[in-house]
């Protein structure tokens, strides 16, 4: 497995105006992006709420960034996402869930969007105490037509075990998740939308995995950090990818994948900031 080159970035970047044949989408789990007090009752005992110096630090990478669209997750409401992603670069459209951690977008001022009605059948937990994450649905309204993406944030806990035959619950719920994403990618599929999947799946999706070999049964898709292994926080798998369909398989630029890796490098603040990386790839639409 090759080892993905990272991407430091240390300057803030400039706006610039929208590039009608090229877009940076990026996707990046923002861990706990919340000010709720820690040991309140809707966070978990060792959940780690941001404090205002994270919130600021979190909004440089941001801007140096410096992407299209941004797929994150784990934001409680669009008012704190405005802290990372200002408001006067980014407007902001997240899932409706009554929950902590929510899923959605920053997408960059000057691009027209459609938003759809929230994936929320993700939420296979709908009947219980608990809920599960709803995916965030959006059509981007470019000059070249309509590209769709759905933001995600799958069950965590089965990074990379059988999804039928497992003891573990969390496979289970991940198995019962992925029917879901199928009908949702079947439908792109034959509206022939060019679609891409954004998000943490938390899955490895390494070699033939089940996960995503099911995705492909609806139709065929092109995973951008395919053979390559992240660099965040010292390396690992890929739980967090961009994954584009119908037309938007040609629009990937190849070797475009990039990984935003922070400057700070102690466990501390690999705690205060996010134990996930941004995720960025380039895609050149046509004329």
């Given at each position: 497995m090759r080892i993905l080159v990272a991407v430091v970035c240390i300057a803030l970047a400039l706006a610039h105006p929208v590039q009608s044949r090229e877009l940076k989408l990026t996707t990046w789990n923002l861990s706990w992006l919340t000010l709720r007090p820690a040991g309140g009752p809707d966070l978990p005992a060792d959940a780690s709420p941001k404090r205002p110096e994270d919130i600021a630090t979190l909004r440089r990478y941001a801007l140096a960034l410096d992407a299209d669209v941004v797929a994150f997750s784990e934001v409680d409401g669009p008012e704190i996402a405005a802290q990372v992603f200002p408001a006067d670069r980014y407007a902001i459209q997240m899932t409706g869930d009554a929950v902590v951690q929510r899923a959605g977008f920053a997408i960059r001022r000057g691009i027209g969007f459609t938003a759809h009605p929230d994936l929320t059948a993700l939420d296979v937990y709908a009947h219980a105490r608990y809920h599960l994450r709803s995916a965030a649905d959006v059509t981007l309204d470019m000059p070249q037509g309509g590209l769709r993406l759905l933001a995600v944030h799958l069950k965590s806990g089965c990074r990379e075990a059988l999804l039928t035959g497992s003891a573990s619950p969390a496979c289970a719920t991940l198995a019962r998740q992925l029917p879901v994403l199928e009908a949702w990618v079947a439908a792109r599929a034959?509206?022939?939308?060019?679609?891409?999947?954004?998000?943490?799946?938390?899955?490895?999706?390494?070699?033939?995995?089940?996960?995503?070999?099911?995705?492909?049964?609806?139709?065929?898709?092109?995973?951008?950090?395919?053979?390559?292994?992240?660099?965040?926080?010292?390396?690992?798998?890929?739980?967090?990818?961009?994954?584009?369909?119908?037309?938007?398989?040609?629009?990937?630029?190849?070797?475009?994948?990039?990984?935003?890796?922070?400057?700070?490098?102690?466990?501390?603040?690999?705690?205060?900031?996010?134990?996930?990386?941004?995720?960025?790839?380039?895609?050149?639409?046509?004329d």
């Open positions: 034959e509206a022939h939308e060019p679609f891409v999947l954004m998000g943490d799946f938390n899955r490895w999706m390494a070699g033939r995995d089940t996960f995503f070999a099911g995705l492909q049964k609806s139709a065929p898709l092109l995973r951008a950090d395919a053979g390559l292994s992240s660099p965040c926080w010292g390396g690992s798998g890929f739980l967090d990818h961009i994954i584009a369909g119908g037309a938007a398989r040609a629009w990937m630029e190849p070797d475009s994948l990039r990984v935003l890796v922070y400057r700070e490098t102690t466990p501390e603040m690999k705690e205060r900031l996010s134990d996930h990386c941004p995720v960025s790839v380039r895609f050149h639409l046509p």
